[in-house]
């Protein structure tokens, strides 16, 4: 390993206080009174940022509650309980769920060689405390985070957790995913011309005949929305890859913990944006008391904590991958 890894509170964003962990390789920029969003991850040597940012929007405060879609600002953030509003455990959940929208106290730690910032929020609907701790080490372009999930509450909660990684997309892009199974959800439309149809991974037949491959990321010209649900993983990571570049970024998660992986890409369709959005989550479908029904879906009881790792790394020289494990090592095809 060379050089150190830094972690900086001295800057704010748009009124936001800023928490800045970089090294030689990555710059991260997090906004905790943001739902501690991660806005910016930024390749160093390249000077390439792998997260979206809207480009009509910026961060604003926001109020508990409101609309996500009309607050997307970008970068990554983290939903729970929910996604859409629904009942669950007797309360009314608010659009997203609670934790994207509220201040998250935050404490940073110097050690020899890497830098860390601990983020909590405990949410005044569903009475659970979320926690996350991201480190970075001198010499890795890895974020490595340490999630843990505890019901505070008297009752049981069923509920998704999912990661909200959004990544600056076009045509050039190209998505990777251990996965066997997907399902096109009824938002669009899709490449393919029709929703609510399931296929194997990562080719799916048109209305027309045409067999689509799903990896490959289209101009925002297309006008096209896609937002599915990847089930039967055979391995726990996702990876978008700017072929161009070569540059990319990578999620590894337990799958027993993330038992899906949900897309959402709009290539010009929506709203006239182009990004595509990772998102590893604890279960499916969009519904939680529907996927808590199927069993799809986990539940947290009274006192219950719910616990586990992920690692983001950001890679280069590739143009395909067919895999990253939990110590963020990616395998796959290099870009010539």
């Not at 905790?32 to 390749?43: E, V």
């Not at 929305?225 to 990847?230: D, H, I, P, T, W």
């Not at 897309?263 to 369709?269: D, N, P, S």
Request: charged share 25%.
């Amino acid at each position: 390993m060379s050089g150190a890894a830094t972690v900086s509170t001295d800057w704010s964003y748009r009124g936001f206080q800023a928490v800045i962990l970089e090294n030689d390789l990555l710059k991260v920029v997090l906004l905790p009174g943001l739902g501690a969003k991660i806005w910016q991850i930024t390749h160093k040597p390249t000077g390439k940022d792998l997260l979206w940012q809207h480009p009509r929007i910026a961060p604003r405060p926001i109020g508990f509650g409101a609309s996500y879609d009309d607050h997307f600002f970008g970068g990554w953030d983290e939903l729970f309980p929910n996604d859409v509003p629904e009942t669950l455990g007797g309360e009314a959940m608010p659009d997203h769920g609670e934790i994207w929208s509220l201040p998250w106290e935050f404490e940073v730690r110097r050690d020899e060689g890497e830098a860390s910032v601990k983020l909590w929020v405990e949410t005044p609907v569903s009475a659970c405390r979320m926690e996350k701790t991201i480190r970075l080490a001198a010499g890795e372009a890895k974020l490595r985070f340490s999630h843990r999930l505890t019901n505070l509450g008297r009752v049981e909660l069923p509920y998704l957790w999912k990661l909200h990684a959004a990544v600056k997309a076009d045509e050039y892009g190209r998505i990777d995913v251990g996965a066997r199974d997907a399902y096109i959800e009824d938002f669009g439309p899709p490449r393919t011309g029709k929703t609510g149809a399931s296929y194997a991974w990562p080719f799916a037949t048109g209305e027309d005949g045409v067999r689509h491959d799903m990896r490959r990321c289209l101009p925002a010209s297309s006008g096209v929305n896609e937002f599915q649900y990847l089930t039967e993983l055979n391995g726990g990571w996702c990876a978008y890859t700017d072929t161009a570049s070569g540059v990319g970024l990578g999620l590894a998660f337990d799958p027993e913990a993330f038992r899906s992986c949900w897309l959402f890409a709009t290539y010009g369709g929506w709203r006239g944006l182009s990004t595509v959005v990772l998102e590893p989550c604890t279960g499916y479908p969009i519904s939680v008391a529907d996927g808590a029904a199927a069993g799809t879906h986990r539940t947290l009881a009274p006192g219950e904590t719910f616990a586990t790792d992920v690692t983001a790394v950001v890679y280069a020289g590739m143009k395909a991958v067919s895999g990253i494990d939990l110590e963020g090592n990616v395998e796959g095809e290099a870009k010539e």
